[in-house]
């Protein structure tokens, strides 16, 4: 019988639909690995990820037909020996739209209306008032990557009567933005937005995207927000142009090395909001994610292969 792992703590009731899916699969699960690791050379499926796969289920004679991966990035894939294994690979891209772009809006107005600096204090018992403080509203926003969660991102800018510019790989237009463009238009976006918005995938398209000359093109008083991939960025010029006050302040969820190492300068600029990597985290979704999987198992038992999210290796998303 061939063998579904499950690196996640699904319900019974999620796991008795994988088996009736699936009745011809054995369905191993569970956070604690001692649950499947004895079996984890036999794994057909696997739900979730885990190094201990890449280091044991990648051999020239592998049963592992199927990764469904529990995010939307890629590049902690070993994206080229899968595709020499002929294995599929699919994300759960498209259920992060609502969870980010409110953090997305949430770090904007933070930085705004100065919050992060306003609860510094409050946690030293200072009164401090601190102004001006700018308003989003007839402001300029610049969407790098602009997907699913862009356009959600461009649809809840507009209620705040903010201009909003965007860039993606085909410039096709999108119903929320003013203006779209592709690759070739990334200055414009940098030169006109007070806010630029980073939600672009990790692929050597896109690695160290934005480096010092990028900042540069920037308005000395714009803000730089990224929830995609911290190796988009050259952390190092982000710093640089922070401390020399090229560009004014930034909300970071993902760095190029995590956690970010307690040495960095980040922790200690005013300017800087920093999370861990947390903006697309929900109660909904480990249900929307697990919506996708059961679509993608329900197909690969019926076809041979998945349908939803299967990663293209040629572009690595």
Not at 77 to 84: D, G, H, W
Not at 188 to 199: G, K, Q
Not at 201 to 210: D, E, G, I, V
Request: contains cysteine; charged residues 25%.
């Amino acid at each position: 019988m061939s063998v579904i792992i499950c690196t996640l703590d699904i319900t019974g009731e999620q796991a008795e639909l994988i088996r009736r899916t699936a009745p011809s699969h054995e369905l191993l699960y569970g956070r604690d690995r001692a649950k499947w690791i004895d079996r984890i050379e036999e794994a057909e499926i696997v739900i979730g990820w885990s190094r201990l796969f890449e280091e044991r289920c990648l051999g020239e004679h592998t049963r592992l037909r199927w990764v469904q991966s529990w995010s939307a990035g890629v590049d902690n894939f070993p994206l080229q020996l899968m595709e020499k294994r002929g294995i599929y690979l699919t994300t759960t891209s498209g259920i992060h739209a609502y969870p980010i772009s409110e953090s997305i809006l949430a770090m904007m107005l933070a930085l705004t209306r100065k919050l992060h600096i306003h609860l510094r204090n409050q946690a030293a018992n200072r009164w401090v008032r601190i102004e001006p403080t700018a308003e989003l509203h007839g402001k300029t926003v610049g969407i790098v990557g602009v997907g699913a969660i862009g356009e959600e991102t461009a649809r809840i800018c507009k209620a705040f009567g903010m201009r909003v510019l965007g860039m993606r790989a085909s410039g096709a237009p999108s119903p929320y933005v003013d203006h779209m463009v592709d690759a070739s238009g990334l200055p414009y976006v940098l030169a006109e937005s007070d806010v630029c918005v980073v939600t672009l995938p990790l692929t050597p398209q896109t690695r160290k995207m934005f480096g010092r000359r990028e900042f540069a093109m920037m308005k000395p008083s714009a803000l730089f927000i990224n929830v995609g991939r911290g190796g988009v960025v050259d952390e190092r010029a982000l710093i640089e142009a922070l401390q020399e006050g090229i560009i004014a302040g930034a909300a970071l969820d993902v760095f190029e090395q995590e956690p970010l190492p307690e040495d960095s300068p980040l922790w200690q600029m005013e300017q800087v909001i920093i999370t861990p990597h947390i903006s697309g985290a929900s109660d909904k979704y480990d249900e929307r994610a697990f919506e996708i999987a059961m679509s993608n198992l329900q197909h690969y038992v019926e076809t041979g292969r998945p349908a939803v999210n299967v990663v293209d290796y040629a572009k690595q998303y």
